[in-house]
């Protein structure tokens, strides 16, 4: 296993917290949940176009803090989703160049599939259409800007299986 910053990127309802939460409790190591959920759930809404980079500074600053006193850091998510979301809603693309190079930081990615059944979770969800839109441009995203990472697909086992074996890859940073 290779010490650093493991992100969890997917679309809404692919098992990013599920899996960042057993991966943080097998490897013993720190876990940065995703603090938009948190966000929303303070201000009983989703957030407006002036109040993504704010949410995307606090995101970036939990990983950092996490990192100074863990080797190992799971983050279920980072900046990057909340730049892309902030496309996606607003068409503000401010946040791009900032989540990508934080993105570049991380040792390594893990891609949750959109193959999980979609299930209503508040207004944190939109729909499996727009699940499937979003996977599409966060894979072109990545790929884009030259940013590898793992897939992670199947039902719960199979992803941690999947997660832990590619964290214990000698190739993984």
């Not at 068409?91 to 900032?98: F, I, P, Q, V």
């Not at 979609?118 to 072109?140: I, K, M, N, Q, T």
Request: glycine share 8%; aromatic share 6%; net charge negative.
């Amino acid at each position: 296993m290779s010490a650093g910053l493991v992100a969890l990127l997917g679309a809404e309802c692919t098992g990013k917290s599920t899996l960042a939460e057993a991966l943080a409790a097998h490897f013993k190591a720190g876990l940065v949940t995703e603090y938009l959920r948190e966000w929303c759930a303070l201000h009983g809404r989703t957030p407006q176009r002036h109040e993504q980079a704010a949410i995307a500074a606090e995101q970036a600053a939990r990983i950092e803090a996490a990192s100074r006193a863990h080797d190992l850091v799971i983050c279920d998510t980072t900046p990057l989703i909340t730049a892309l979301c902030s496309e996606h809603y607003f068409g503000d693309t401010s946040l791009t160049a900032g989540a990508l190079a934080f993105q570049r930081r991380c040792g390594l990615t893990l891609l949750c599939a959109p193959d999980l059944p979609w299930e209503a979770d508040g207004f944190l969800r939109d729909g499996p259409s727009v699940r499937a839109a979003f996977d599409a441009r966060l894979r072109d995203t990545l790929e884009g800007h030259g940013l590898g990472w793992v897939d992670i697909a199947g039902g719960n086992d199979a992803r941690l299986t999947a997660a832990i074996s590619a964290l214990q890859r000698p190739s993984s940073k």
